[in-house]
């Protein structure tokens, strides 16, 4: 396998040539928060996959509700006016929970393509409405978008346009709120009046009646797990509002439960005009993306669809069989894993917390079963981990050996998002694993 990998398996982000070198590790089976190798070791997986196997692996009820639809429908499109029952049933329920009037959904078949088509619906309600140049971007540095040709100019870790030639133009960037990293300081009103101002100047810089959308997410995932202080998404769709400019939760991470709520803009007091999801939506177990819009935003959509059809869709779409797995993921969550995810992220910052006086932790950081630590190897001056000994892989490598599945980003931060499904032994495995492998660091350091 190793070597049918090297010779055609193209990995995503992958330095292709040392990637090859190291070999594949083959993942083989899987049950609740742990998997199994093809050499029969166990790991306890802190990241749930790609943060998305939110309900845990393994779920029979999941793999039923699948297989009872890829028998009796395995595919519908959208086109043409029709649909299929569970895609109906899934929208209208997620209709119901989503916040305050995001009552339209439309299905995509990841994170990605749920971020593009915001971009394009975006486009589609400036023309509808009469005011197309309002057609400039803004998003925040640290801020993960997705790998599609527009939505990845979104996307402001550098890391991610070496080589590509994004971001466009019309894609702008205010400074992130990383508090244990910004030039502001840590104090959490100072960072939300910076992040305030740095908007406001952005938008005056472009003029507000060129600027069609802000992006966010509420806490900033690929950047390095980043919580803003309370009270920054709120102050920041405020500004929005002042300035007609319509403001995109991107939750492709946070839904779900992953923070605690279904939808973490729930626990921030916002409702944006639109939300991006995706992986806990389905969980992993097949793909599927979903936007939710407000009505504000759909009725104008829809007026300007009589003049111009929204040319926009994809053939997997609404796909019935992800669409069945998207309803049996939203019955577990509500009848008990929200919950079960709530007191196990409880459990899991609490262990992190105590992980304060460890002589490379930083910082740490993180709301419900989305957490990081942050390594230095001086706390006082907060130097990061030297990048030329490739601490990214070298932890990872580590914490593997330890049975522990983590992000171990190249910048020294250990990011955590496990299955919500985890029980008592699985988080304090996932916290003793952690220590283990922060001595060893340590060892060597
Ligand atoms: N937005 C955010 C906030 C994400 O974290 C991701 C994926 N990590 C994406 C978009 C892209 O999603 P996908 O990988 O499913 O295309």
Redesign the pocket.
């Known amino acids: 396998l190793i070597e049918l990998d090297r010779a055609h398996l193209v990995h995503p982000f992958s330095c292709y040539r040392s990637h090859e070198e190291a070999g594949v590790r083959v993942l083989k089976s899987a049950k609740g928060a742990r998997v199994t190798d093809a050499s029969g070791k166990t790991l306890l997986d802190g990241f749930a996959g ?2 998305c196997v939110n309900i845990g692996y393994g779920q029979e009820s999941v793999v039923e509700a699948a297989a009872k639809q890829l028998r009796e429908l395995p595919y519908a499109t959208g086109y043409f006016g029709l649909g299929s029952e569970p895609a109906i049933r899934l929208a209208a329920r997620l209709a119901e929970l989503a916040p305050g009037d995001l009552n339209h959904v439309y299905f995509t078949l ?6 593009d088509s915001t971009i394009r619906f975006i486009r589609y309600y400036y023309h509808a409405k009469g005011t197309p140049q309002k057609d400039q971007f803004i998003s925040v540095e640290y ?6 040709t527009a ?1 990845s100019g979104l996307t402001a870790i550098p890391a991610f346009h070496a080589g590509f030639g994004v971001p466009y133009d019309w894609q702008h960037k205010i400074p992130s709120h990383y508090a244990y990293r910004n030039p502001v300081g840590s104090d959490p009103q100072t960072i939300i009046d910076a992040s305030v101002a740095a908007l406001r100047a952005k938008i005056a810089e472009l003029g507000a009646d060129r600027v069609a959308a802000f992006y966010a ?1 509420p806490i900033q ?2 950047g390095g797990v980043l919580v803003p202080p309370t009270g920054w998404l709120k102050a920041l769709h405020a500004v929005c509002k002042e300035h007609d400019i319509l403001f995109v939760a ?4 946070t839904a779900f439960g992953r923070t605690g709520p279904l939808f973490a803009c729930e626990e921030d007091d916002v409702v944006p005009d639109f939300i ?1 999801t ?2 806990g939506l389905t969980s992993g177990y097949v793909p599927m ?1 979903a936007v939710f819009m407000s009505d504000h935003v759909y009725n104008t959509i829809a007026d300007g669809a009589g003049k111009a059809p929204v040319g926009h869709g994809y053939t997997y779409s609404a796909h019935p069989v992800s669409a069945a797995v998207g309803l049996e993921c939203l019955r577990l969550y509500e009848e008990g894993l929200l919950e079960n995810g709530r007191k196990a992220g409880k459990r899991l910052m609490e262990g992190l917390r105590s992980l304060a006086d460890h002589p490379l932790v930083g910082d740490i950081r993180g709301r419900g079963m989305l957490a990081a630590v942050e390594l230095v190897t001086d706390k006082e001056r907060k130097t990061p981990l030297p990048a030329a000994a490739d601490p990214g892989r070298r932890i990872f490598d580590r914490a593997w050996a330890n049975g522990l599945i983590i992000r171990a980003f190249n910048s020294g931060i250990l990011g955590y998002a496990p299955p919500l499904c985890c029980t008592k032994d699985d988080i304090d495995g996932i916290l003793e694993r952690t220590r283990m492998t922060l001595d060893q660091t340590l060892e060597d350091k």
Request: charged letters at 20%.
């Open positions: 790609l943060w990841g994170g990605s393509d749920a971020v801020g993960y978008h997705g790998s599609s939505g997410e995932g690929s991107d939750e492709v991470i991006t995706a992986k993306g």
